[in-house]
């Protein structure tokens, strides 16, 4: 079991207080404009927890969320994302139990690059997936610089939980449900808006 690390007075009360890395189900994502004391503390951390920190750099930030889910025991586990922008060039896929959470949605944004013409948050696994939580962000399609793209492609989730969640800005729908196989079902949503998206904005399908 790997130590644990003495972080500053500053890192603690930010990092410390909000992340419990003790537990093998917890990952962490931190943004390329954290500010500079978490990441020198961050960088401290990923000495001993490997892949479940990562530390993006604006660009594709879709690959180190990624490798923070893959770096998550095949039961799940959580994602938190730090205040700050995450750019993606490819949708964020999910294919087990996750919580993916940020640090409320007036601190953290996902964006899709300009031109990229990507859904922001994809089912991967190709069937019904369980027990997915989004928290605590902003999702903003970037319809200004894209011509196409979702906000949540959601066929195949069931007992899906959002909370705390904006979805604005989609070319498409914002949040996309299907009642053809693999099928969504049992949707719960709390403090939820989807805002300035295409189609119809949020399309609920024998949800």
Excluded: H
């Amino acid at each position: 079991m790997p130590r644990p690390v003495k972080l500053s007075m500053l890192a603690r009360e930010r990092i410390e207080k909000s992340f419990t890395f003790a537990m093998p189900t917890t990952a962490l994502v931190v943004a390329s404009a954290a500010p500079s004391y978490i990441k020198e503390e961050v960088v401290r951390l990923k000495q001993l927890w490997g892949e479940r920190i990562q530390i993006c750099d604006g660009t594709a930030d879709n690959v180190e969320i990624q490798a923070a889910i893959a770096a998550l025991p095949a039961a799940g586990g959580k994602v938190v994302l730090s205040e700050g922008t995450f750019t993606l060039a490819a949708a964020i896929s999910i294919t087990g139990r996750l919580i993916l959470e940020g640090r409320g949605r007036y601190n953290t944004k996902i964006t899709q690059a300009n031109s990229a013409g990507v859904n922001l948050i994809v089912n991967g696994a190709g069937a019904v997936v369980y027990e997915v939580q989004i928290k605590g962000m902003v999702l903003d399609g970037n319809k200004a610089n894209n011509t196409v793209g979702k906000g949540i492609m959601g066929s195949g989730f069931q007992n899906l939980t959002l909370q705390d969640v904006r979805i604005e800005s989609c070319c498409e729908e914002g949040l996309y449900g299907s009642g053809a196989a693999p099928q969504s079902k049992s949707w719960w949503l709390y403090d939820v808006v989807v805002a300035a998206c295409g189609e119809v904005g949020s399309v609920k399908d024998n949800i």
